[in-house]
């Protein structure tokens, strides 16, 4: 047995599997994490990664029974809030961190293959840094993280892509996202606007973007200006 929550479990076949999960001590109120591995189909558990003052782990994904990630954060309880991933090629042996470019917590994880992968989340206790939706993506193996195109305000739960350019991600207030923009020149084709909050977060997320082309469609009795 090992103390803490365990949020998440997967195996790669009947006998090689993984949980993770984490805590906040009660009494110094520092965050720890752990991932444990079997290789008897779940008899024994054994402690792979095991960190302290790191946020605990909410989600894994194997391509296989080598290659993994593991990916959580810290709220913010007694440390910064901040976001964790740890990555390995080795079945667990040795976990590499890897630094995602935020310090929102992560929920989810997938990859769909050995380079191209995905993470959401962005919850946080502190509050002069506000919840907001968290989406990532990798296409070296999560060597390097940038943010996708979001027009969403809620925190993340849950992500799923069947292949590197269509995926559903849900969370927080029924939100379900489903990512199917195609991104020409920096900018994206056939979009929908349903609030303002949209239209002003537009030049953030396509700073390159100059020039609209395809259908352009406002949902929304609320918007009231596009400058």
Known sequence: SYSG????????????GW????????STGFASSFVLNS???GVVWNVQLDTFRVGPMYALHFND???GWAVGGDRGVRDPPSSTIFQTSDGGNNWNRQFPPTNRVLADVVFTDSN????????????WIPDTTIM?????????WS????????????ISFPDEEKGWAVGRNGAILHNNLIIQDGCPTDLILKSQWQVDQFPVIYPD???LEGDVLIDSDHITHLD
Request: net charge negative.
């Open 209 to 211: 973007c100059s020039r």
């Open 147 to 158: 943010y996708m195109p979001c027009f969403l305000n809620e925190v993340l739960a849950a």
């Open 5 to 16: 929550a365990i949020y998440d479990i997967l195996f790669t076949d009947t006998s090689k």
């Open 65 to 67: 029974s080598l290659n």
């Open 116 to 127: 191209y992968g995905y993470v959401v989340g962005g919850n946080t206790s502190w509050g």
């Open 39 to 41: 290789i008897d189909g």
């Open 136 to 144: 990532l993506q990798t296409a070296d193996a999560g060597n390097n």
């Open 19 to 26: 949980t993770a999960g984490g805590a906040h001590n009660g």
